[in-house]
Structure formats: C-alpha cells, structure tokens
C-alpha cells in the first residue's frame, strides 16, 4: 500500500498540488502538515511512520517535503528501511524498494558520513593548531588572579565551608576545586 505525505511550510500555501499527484499514484491514505521543512516535531509525518506496515511505501511529492535537512532524511529513509518500508519521491525519481533507489540513498548517506567527518577532522585540526599557539580550550577564568588567590587562602585556612566558598565567589564546587588545583601547580613549578 501507497501512504502519501504532504508538507507546506505556511498556512498561506495548500497541499492541493501534493494531494492531487499523491492520489495520481495511487496512495489510499495522505498525511499532511503545515510546518517548515526544520522543525523535526510534525504530528502528521509521525502519525504516517506510525501508520506503515512492511511491504508499503510511504511517497513524498518531493524529497524537501520530508525535510531539509540530510542528516534527518538518511535517518527516516533507514528506519523505514529498517522496518520493511519503502521510501518514493515523485519529482526526483526515488524508490528504495528498488535496487537503483536504494543505490543513491546509500550514496547519500555515505556523502553524510563524509562531510561529519570532515568536519570533525577540521575541528581536530583547529584544536590542536590552538594549542600549538598556545591556546587553552575551555571556558574563560570567571574569577581574577586575585580573587583565585583569597579563594586559595580561604579554602587552605579549612575556615570556610566549600558551599559558603562557592556562594562567596558565585562558582560551582567542581570550579572552585579546578581553580585550587591549578593554583596549587602553577605556585609548585
């Protein structure tokens, strides 16, 4: 069984278009939104993967309708997949029930598996070049070097309580207990 799927971004456009090539092809149910493309909560795209069965084919009138964004569409496609479900675009052609629709969809994702890992690798590269320069990672000192000295001097005179201390400079214990280990190394080296 044909389940159609139908989008528009704005109450100003109608799924008329959709629905009428929808119904051309023979889908016996049609579930629409009206959402952007983005938004990855759209109750009628969840009711019709909720609706499919193995053996069936949910069919877009065009890939942007299930969504904009690569990484979303590779994972709708393979749970689809996954749960014996075929997957048909009108305008472009697609049907991963067949051996050629499943060849692009899997050339899509490994296109998406590359480009994650490009970033990633660019990502590395700059972290380790930041280093090089230098350049510590992390978040900025949020106490000044001599706020992080009383910090150390009341944390060292045992006084003072860890929550009063935290309280005191507005810090978390796992920052207050970082600022007293750095301290404690940069005045032993």
Known sequence: MKIGYARVSTQEQNTELQFDALKAVGCERIFDDQVSGAKTDRPGLAAALAYVRPGDSLVVWRLDRLGRNLKHLIEVVEDLESRGVGFITLQEGFDT??????????????LAEF??????????????????????????NKLSTEQIVTLNNMYNSKVHSIQEMCTTFQITKPTLYRYVKDYALSTTS
């Open 97 to 110: 029930s067949t051996t050629g629709g499943k060849m692009v969809f899997q050339i899509f994702g490994a």
């Open 115 to 140: 480009e994650r890992n490009l970033v990633r690798e660019r990502t590395l590269a700059g972290l380790t070049a930041a280093r090089a320069r230098g350049r510590k990672g992390g978040p900025k």
